[in-house]
């Protein structure tokens, strides 16, 4: 069974860099693209980016400036690193598995099948 | 565009049937996938491509697509359906991954 365990610093100061990491085990990194998320306080979901096994990236283009995404795949986990935060940044972080399929002859689908329990990063001055 | 746009919120009667909907142009040729969120809970995955559930989630949640819409069913709604749901697809380039709003669903 596929699990994600996350942490990382949950209380940062305006400006400061937020680190999170994400341990996969059941799985190998191989063969799926793994992506963060969040969800500001009684908020919806959004999307941060995400990276394959080889390290491609594909980044949210309202964050792309300050987001960078990392993989170790000899610890099978994975990396976000968010700098110069704010208050807007205070959010609950998710770490989670793609994947992806198509039907003939051009229908595509994509999903996020396990999820990582969260981890709550606040910034406050 | 490259958004999915979901109504904020929809009730059911106990045992009745509800469908949600997510709506984008993205949805021409991708099946959205959905999400079950209750407070303080992680998302989980309810639904995925044309109708296909992980295991563990009830036949009674069921997914469909017509034009630019996608939708989820609740057939017999019980009271633990009560929770946000989700949409999610990639965007127009499929370099990204777009959520909708969300749809908090109250079981009466």
């Known amino acids: 069974q596929v699990q994600l365990q996350q942490w990382g610093a949950g209380l940062l100061k305006p400006s400061e860099t937020l680190s999170l990491t994400c341990a996969v085990s059941?799985?190998?990194?191989?063969?799926?693209?793994w992506s963060w998320i969040r969800q500001p306080p009684g908020k919806g979901l959004e999307w941060i980016g995400e990276i394959t096994h080889s390290g491609s990236t594909n980044y949210n283009p309202s964050l792309e400036s300050r987001v960078t995404i990392s993989i170790d795949t000899s610890n099978n986990q994975f990396s976000l690193r968010l700098s110069s935060v704010t208050a807007a940044d205070t959010a609950v972080y998710y770490c989670?598995?793609?994947?992806?399929?198509?039907?003939?002859?051009?229908?595509?689908?994509?999903?996020?099948?396990?999820w990582g329990k969260g981890a709550t990063v606040t910034v406050s001055s | 565009s490259s958004e999915l746009t979901q109504d904020p919120a929809v009730s059911v009667a106990l045992g009745q049937t509800v469908r949600i909907t997510c709506q984008g142009d993205?949805?021409?040729?991708?099946?959205a996938s959905w999400y079950q969120q209750k407070p303080g809970q992680a998302p989980i995955l309810v639904i995925y491509?044309?109708?296909n559930r992980p295991s563990g989630i009830p036949d009674r949640i069921s997914g469909s697509s017509s034009e630019d819409t996608s939708s989820l069913t609740i057939t017999g709604a019980q009271a633990e359906d009560e929770a946000a749901y989700y949409c999610?697809?990639?965007?127009?380039?499929?370099?990204?991954?777009?959520f909708g709003g969300g749809t908090k669903l109250t079981v009466l």
């Open positions: 989670a598995r793609d994947g992806s399929g198509s039907y003939y002859p051009y229908y595509y689908y994509y999903y996020m099948d396990v």
């Open positions: 999610n697809s990639r965007d127009s380039s499929g370099k990204h991954v777009v």
């Open positions: 993205r949805l021409k040729w991708n099946y």
């Open positions: 059941g799985e190998s990194l191989s063969g799926y693209f």
């Open positions: 491509g044309r109708n």
